[in-house]
Nanobody
């Protein structure tokens, strides 16, 4: 059983900053990657940023230079620092964990948090 607990969402003015946190709890064999997705009204869910084993990161073009993803392996926690926020960043942000569940199951699976609302408005 794996649970993802998100925090840090809220209302912020354009140009402001927010820091999202996602802590993974439960048990797994190997946590391969964690990331953040978002879904705005009327749009499909999209990848915002991800971080994998070794620290490699990936960002959507729309957030490059403004958002930074990081992790604390000891705490099984991933963060998303969001700076210079724009109204178009308004969305529900979802934490994702990509992991191998057990020694006997070599497959990898995705687990999702419940989402946290980020609203950028003046």
């Amino acid at each position: 059983q794996v649970q993802l607990l998100e925090s840090g969402g809220g209302l912020v003015q354009p140009g402001g900053s927010l820091r999202l946190s996602c802590a993974a709890s439960g048990s797994w064999f190997r946590l391969n990657a964690m990331g953040w997705y978002r879904q705005a009204p009327g749009k499909q869910r999209e990848l915002v940023a991800s971080i994998i084993s070794g620290g490699s990161t990936n960002y959507a073009d729309s957030v490059k230079g403004r958002f930074t993803i990081s992790r604390d392996n000891a705490k099984n926690t991933v963060y998303l620092q969001m700076n210079s926020l724009k109204p178009e960043d308004t969305a529900v942000y979802y934490c994702n964990a990509h992991l191998r569940r057990s020694w006997s199951d070599s497959g990898v699976y995705d687990h999702w948090g419940q989402g946290t609302q980020v609203t950028v408005s003046s």
